[in-house]
């Protein structure tokens, strides 16, 4: 494992030999996560501060000179655009980590415009994927129970018929201790991915087109549209 800076470069390119780069967000989280590594595939892990520049609205050379998205290009080594090069990529596995909030799914989606824009390979050819840290821990008992979210948490207690249930709502990876985060998000055995995969290339256009352009109306329109599908809101004003 290495941070910020001081990724370790990565010998190896067969994907026989599976290697994952996690792109996580925020200094905090990297405690954990360096703490909870314990794994026999290689990794590394690569720390992001805040926001990412979004990609829809940026060329090529705005991408590059942005700190967070340049140390994601360079630790890939596949170049991007019109200078991307898939036989030049150092990981079989591209695993976004963010916190289970509104503004942890607010960054993925900034950094899947970018794969998206600017790395549409590793999209189509499944390299990148989105972990899936709980939200919630349950306790009941001497059982433990892990939400995803609202819902999930909601179909938890539903299903818990004796004892009182302990929740605690996790502020961030962060907060989790490194055994937990080890288990829940990391252990391979244990975590949950999700593989991000392009079905319809023109809905894909349209929809990142809508949502991170810089037209606020097409925003505004879509989330009127889509609205009434949410199950909860978890609004970060």
Known sequence: WACLGKLADCASTDPAN??????????????????????????RLLPLRGKV?????APAS?????????????????????DFTYEALRYHRIILLMD????????????????????????????????????FRVDVGKETHWA????????????????????????????MMPATLRDTTLDPKKRQLIQIAIVDELRTDR????LMGKDAGMRYQFIMEKAGEADSLDLDI
């Open 18 to 43: 599976v290697r994952a780069l996690h792109s996580s967000r925020a200094t905090p989280p990297v405690g954990s996560a360096k703490m909870g590594r314990r794994c026999a595939t290689p990794r």
């Open 53 to 57: 520049l979004n990609a829809a609205q």
């Open 62 to 82: 705005k991408v590059l000179e942005n700190e967070e998205l340049g140390n994601i290009v360079k630790a890939l080594g596949c170049g991007l655009g019109k």
């Open 100 to 135: 289970a909030d509104s503004d942890g799914h607010h960054i993925a989606t900034l950094l899947l415009t970018f794969f998206y824009k600017y790395m549409p390979e590793l999209i189509r050819r499944g390299h990148v994927y989105l972990a899936q840290p709980p939200l």
């Open 148 to 175: 995803a979210d609202d819902a999930h948490l909601q179909r938890i207690l539903a299903g818990i018929s004796r004892g009182k249930p302990e929740i605690q709502r996790f502020k961030g990876l962060g907060e």
């Open 207 to 210: 929809t990142i087109h809508d």
